[in-house]
């Protein structure tokens, strides 16, 4: 199956750089102006200061308890009639279902057919920032909706419904057993390819480059669906059913099936179903609906869950943390100038970032386990404080992102009426244009701060969980925190340092140079330097 | 129990007093001949573009500002300000103006629209 992909991601690679300016994040300015120093300056040192709350919270307790990560209030929203009424209606499911996948076809429709301008095109605006960036805020902080909508999944399974109908009784999968060795590596990959493709590819924001590139990955997800069965590669290869599920543990929403003897024969990818089967999608799936669970719960009690972590599961987390930096850290005149100097392509930033995060949080976390004392191996704890970092990339992402979303994301008001750029005015929304100052300055800076202390708090505490269940001991455990306290303070400093730096908008006239009209020729020193605002 | 309060309010505390200590004082760092605050001002840029680029490249004005941008070019260049969506047609060796209210804050590029290649950057502070 990977050589059949060969051919067709190959002319992908060969594609001519179109002569377009490279933004990051795949598409869309953000206009936000960079945090004052004397805010960056707060920010570091409201995140020390914080940290003290937490750390006193656990301070006093006189026993760490085993299960304390799973004794968490919690409330079923399905006692509630009307909630229950609305939420497991199946008119309401299919029409969702039918929505994602009609998205899914408009993007590449759109892409295929529509103007190739991400201006007039529904497929950038849509694909960048109200899938990727609105899709994962909502499922951080409402809960996860893609294993519902996923329209990769929701075709796959119209398609062995027929082919059952048909007569194939084995349906479409073959149900290879896929290698217990590959974990979550085909999404680590993957994932890598995505942040590339994101932001060093500098035909993220061309409509039918993405139409290409969802093509091409619908052919590697269902290819996997057909070889290794749908929910083998939902669990380890489908990259963004991976993703959304980490963002799903920070979530204030659950899935849990009653018992949790329903899911022993369904999944070995449920984690320790003893305690509670929890955000298990397939074994939800096939409850009884009296068996079903959505609860409510406290925001991120799902990252302090002790679950055992496949092969790649530390690894992919990193790379999610670093591919979230990785963005800002593009746009920052240290890098820049690095990247002159040296003459790196980005594609050293993307391989090297993550290697650097993964080495450094190794390193801490050997400190962690020096200070408590612990004994076992360095692999172990590894896998058990990871999760504990995600509040910190979910704050920045948010903080981030969150002005692109409320700004560049009413881009979509205008594209609803006029998918494909052809004049269309569906719903009389064709003509809107964007208001830049939904949001002003000082609100954007003041939010950004609080939002990452805050996540830095919320990690601060559930390092602490994750101390009391390795180490028996308060005190050990208390110990063992301190290298984490640090590695978290170095993280929530360094993502705001990124958006304290003034963003330099990488010009694509440097790598374009010889296009210069020859008659005129260009200075190309003063090309080369992108523009570069006074650091204040 | 007790410590936590205690150390919960010194927490706050700390905070709000690092937050008062940090902020600049706006109060009195304004320029004395800087008119009052809700009397918005104008302001008057001569931009040359040359080689491809804006002279100078940066625009610091303040929110709720009035600016103008006398743009002057060697040739000919449709300028494109980004955010504030505001187009300009520039004939070579002529003047021409480009006036706006900068009522939104942030940093929005100015391009050459036929190219798309970055000319350079409108920031415009908030208040």
């Given amino acids: 199956m990977r050589r059949a992909l060969v051919p067709i991601l190959t002319p992908l690679l060969l594609l001519p750089l179109v002569p377009q300016p490279a933004l990051a994040h795949g598409f869309g300015q953000s206009y936000d102006l960079p945090l004052p120093l004397w805010l960056y300056l707060y920010g570091a040192g409201a995140a020390v200061l914080a940290s003290f709350v937490p750390i006193s919270l656990f301070s006093g307790k006189r026993k760490s308890g085993e299960d304390a990560p799973y004794l968490y209030s919690r409330f079923d929203l399905l006692r509630i009639k009307f909630l229950r009424a609305v939420l497991t209606s199946q008119t309401l499911l299919l029409g969702l279902r039918l929505l994602s996948v009609g998205l899914f076809l408009l993007v590449v429709l759109t892409g295929l057919l529509g103007r190739q301008n991400a201006d007039a095109n529904f497929a950038p605006t849509f694909v960048w920032i109200i899938w990727w960036v609105g899709l994962g805020f909502f499922t951080a902080f409402v809960g996860n909706v893609w294993p519902l909508v996923n329209p990769w999944k929701v075709l796959f399974e119209w398609a062995e419904a027929l082919v059952r109908r048909l007569g194939a009784r084995n349906g479409l999968e073959l149900r290879e057993p896929y290698p217990a060795s590959w974990g979550l590596w085909p999404s680590v990959a993957l994932y890598g390819v995505f942040v590339w493709v994101e932001n060093v590819f500098p035909g993220s924001s061309t409509p039918v480059y993405i139409a290409v590139l969802v093509l091409t990955y619908s052919v590697l997800v269902w290819g996997g669906m057909v070889v290794y069965g749908k929910e083998t590669w939902l669990r380890r290869g489908e990259v963004f059913s991976v993703f959304f599920g980490l963002l799903a543990r920070f979530a204030p929403t659950e899935v849990r099936v009653r018992y949790p003897k329903l899911c022993r024969g369904c999944s070995d990818a449920c984690g320790t179903v003893e305690k509670g089967c929890v955000n298990c999608y397939e074994c939800f799936a096939r409850a009884a609906p009296e068996d079903r669970e959505l609860n409510l719960r406290p925001p991120a009690v799902g990252l302090s869950r002790p679950e055992p972590v496949p092969p790649g599961g530390v690894f992919f987390v990193i790379v999610v943390l670093a591919g979230v930096a990785f963005d800002g850290l593009l746009e920052t005149p240290l890098w820049n100038e690095l990247r002159r100097d040296f003459s790196l392509p980005q594609v050293v930033g993307l391989v090297a970032l993550p290697l650097v995060f993964f080495a450094v949080y190794l390193g801490f976390v050997k400190l962690s386990q020096l200070f408590g004392g612990g004994t076992g191996g360095l692999r172990r704890f590894a896998a058990a404080y990871v999760y504990s970092l995600v509040p910190i990339a979910v704050a920045y992402q948010v903080a981030h992102y969150y002005t692109l979303l409320l700004v560049q994301g009413q881009g979509i008001i205008r594209h609803v009426s006029d998918p494909f750029g052809w004049g269309w005015d569906f719903f009389g929304t064709a003509g809107y244009s964007i208001d830049p100052g939904v949001v002003g300055a000082a609100f954007v800076w003041y939010s950004q701060v609080a939002l990452i202390v805050a996540g830095h708090v919320v990690a601060v505490y559930l390092a602490h969980l994750v101390a009391l269940r390795l180490f028996e001991d308060p005190g050990r455990a208390l110990r063992s925190q301190l290298p984490m306290l640090a590695l978290m303070i170095l993280y929530t400093v360094f993502s705001l340092w990124i958006i304290s730096q003034p963003i330099v908008i990488e010009d694509q006239a440097v790598e374009t140079a010889p296009q210069e009209d020859a008659a005129q020729p260009a200075p190309i020193e003063k090309l080369r330097e992108p523009p570069m605002p006074d650091i204040p | ?127």
């Fill in chain 2, 1 to 127: 129990m007790n410590r936590t309060v205690v150390v919960v309010v010194l927490v706050i505390l700390g905070l709000g007093g690092l937050f008062l200590a940090l902020r600049p004082d706006t109060t009195s760092s304004g320029d004395p001949t800087e008119t009052p605050a809700d009397e918005p001002r104008e302001r008057i840029y001569d931009v040359a573009i040359e080689g491809g680029a804006m002279n100078p490249d940066e625009i610091s004005a303040e929110e709720g500002n009035f600016v103008t941008l006398r743009l002057t070019s060697e040739s000919p260049v449709e300028v494109h300000l980004h955010g504030y969506d505001l187009e300009e047609e520039v004939s070579a060796g002529e003047e021409t103006e480009l006036s706006f209210e900068a009522d939104a804050t942030g940093q929005f590029e100015i391009e050459d629209h036929e190219t798309e290649a970055q000319l350079g950057t409108l920031l415009v502070q908030p208040r």
